[in-house]
């Protein structure tokens, strides 16, 4: 059977390292919305994924911008998700273990709207002082 070709939007099941010394990013074996694939000749190659999580609270109810709800059955979630923009991470592919399913245009655009929201100011060039 050919592998498919991982697209934005795909989410995908992956194990995320811990990093050292440990901090709140998420890490272990979970799922992940594809969000970019780099493209042109790469040293090795790597996909942008956006760790999700089942847990809510204040944080991202004052904030969906950055933590967009993605609701129950989502590209095969099987329960509500929220999507942790603030951890967009590069992956190596290899990591990658598994496919979920795929996100609709609609189910994938706020995560498209909330990375430019978080990442738009920080593309201008700054003033020092």
Not at 25 to 51: D, S, T
Not at 52 to 79: C, D, F, K, M, S
């Amino acid at each position: 059977m050919a592998e498919r070709q991982a697209l934005p939007g795909d989410v995908l099941v992956v194990t995320l390292p811990s990093g050292r010394p440990p901090g709140r990013e998420q890490h272990g074996r979970r799922p992940v919305v594809l969000v970019a694939v780099p493209r042109g000749p790469l040293r090795y190659p790597v996909a942008i994924v956006v760790p999700l999580t089942t847990q809510q609270g204040p944080w991202n109810q004052q904030n969906p911008e950055i933590y967009p709800v993605i609701p129950r059955g989502a590209g095969g979630l099987p329960q509500d998700s929220v999507a942790l923009l603030d951890q967009v991470r590069s992956l190596d592919a290899g990591r990658v273990e598994g496919f979920l399913g795929r996100l609709s245009q609609a189910e994938f655009a706020p995560l498209g709207a909330g990375l430019r929201y978080l990442f738009g100011p920080a593309m201008e060039p700054q003033e020092p002082g």
